[in-house]
């Protein structure tokens, strides 16, 4: 999942950065209000770790402005605030989930993933597609009995697939996923491509039909049309 960590405290934000990604997730940080904000209107989340109070602005105004996002991220909100008061009103914001500080790493990243498969998932543990099985907790994917030996960005690229059937990905929209504000340090697209190739053989080797289909002029669609 490609998640946005708003934290002020640097520390924190670089632990959970490290800790998340280190489960497959691609993490960014946003330190303040303007630097969040800023990230929320260029780029897509699927899950956004909010601090609601930043020295540069209130973080409930940014859940605010998620909830116009189509689809909106999950949202779980991480605060030194234990009232109730304050709980109930980012859920009535929108907020998915509420855990205060402080906490234990392992903590964020159950809350992260039960959060991704209702969100993401519809609440299951296990992503079906035809005769692919998708395992997001494990990173694994089969194929009838065959398991392909897949690299984090083949996994990833498949689950993203999946989890957009029948929709026209763009290249910028697959790199974003993939690379999160790394995505200009490719240069070009050409990664994608090879990305790509190499799961539509994997797939395929392992006996699964071939799903990935190029629009030309646009990107690629996950379809069995």
């Given at each position: 999942?490609?998640?946005?960590?708003?934290?002020?405290?640097q520390?924190?934000?670089?632990?959970?950065?490290?800790?998340?990604?280190?489960e497959?997730?691609?993490?960014?940080?946003?330190?303040?209000?303007?630097t969040?904000?800023?990230?929320?209107a260029a780029?897509?989340?699927?899950?956004?770790?909010?601090?609601?109070?930043?020295?540069?602005?209130?973080?409930?105004?940014?859940?605010?402005?998620m909830?116009?996002?189509?689809?909106?991220?999950?949202?779980?909100?991480?605060?030194?605030?234990?009232?109730?008061?304050?709980?109930?009103?980012g859920?009535?914001?929108?907020?998915?989930?509420?855990?205060?500080k402080?906490?234990?790493?392992?903590?964020v990243n159950?809350?992260v993933?039960a959060?991704?498969?209702r969100r993401?998932?519809g609440?299951?543990t296990?992503?079906?597609?035809?005769?692919?099985?998708?395992?997001?907790?494990?990173g694994?994917a089969?194929i009838?009995?065959?398991?392909?030996?897949?690299?984090?960005?083949?996994?990833?690229?498949?689950?993203y697939?999946?989890?957009?059937?029948?929709?026209?990905?763009t290249?910028?929209?697959?790199?974003?996923h993939?690379?999160?504000?790394?995505?200009?340090?490719?240069g070009?697209?050409?990664?994608?491509?090879?990305?790509?190739?190499?799961?539509?053989?994997k797939l395929?080797?392992?006996?699964?039909?071939?799903?990935?289909?190029t629009?030309?002029?646009?990107?690629?669609?996950?379809?069995?049309?």
């Amino acid at each position: 999942m490609k998640i946005l960590i708003v934290e002020d405290e640097q520390s924190l934000a670089d632990d959970l950065v490290t800790y998340l990604a280190s489960e497959g997730n691609i993490c960014e940080p946003a330190y303040d209000y303007f630097t969040a904000e800023d990230k929320l209107a260029a780029f897509h989340y699927d899950i956004v770790l909010l601090d609601i109070n930043l020295p540069d602005g209130n973080g409930l105004q940014l859940l605010h402005q998620m909830r116009e996002h189509e689809p909106p991220p999950g949202v779980l909100i991480i605060s030194a605030r234990d009232s109730l008061d304050d709980k109930l009103k980012g859920l009535d914001l929108g907020a998915d989930d509420y855990l205060t500080k402080p906490f234990h790493l392992a903590e964020v990243n159950a809350r992260v993933k039960a959060l991704g498969r209702r969100r993401l998932f519809g609440g299951k543990t296990e992503i079906r597609y035809n005769e692919i099985s998708i395992d997001p907790e494990s990173g694994t994917a089969r194929i009838n009995e065959q398991q392909p030996e897949l690299t984090r960005k083949e996994f990833a690229l498949l689950q993203y697939f999946v989890t957009n059937q029948n929709r026209v990905m763009t290249k910028e929209a697959i790199a974003e996923h993939l690379w999160g504000d790394y995505m200009e340090m490719a240069g070009n697209f050409d990664f994608i491509y090879t990305h790509i190739k190499n799961l539509r053989r994997k797939l395929t080797d392992a006996g699964a039909n071939d799903y990935i289909r190029t629009v030309y002029g646009m990107g690629y669609k996950w379809s069995d049309e």
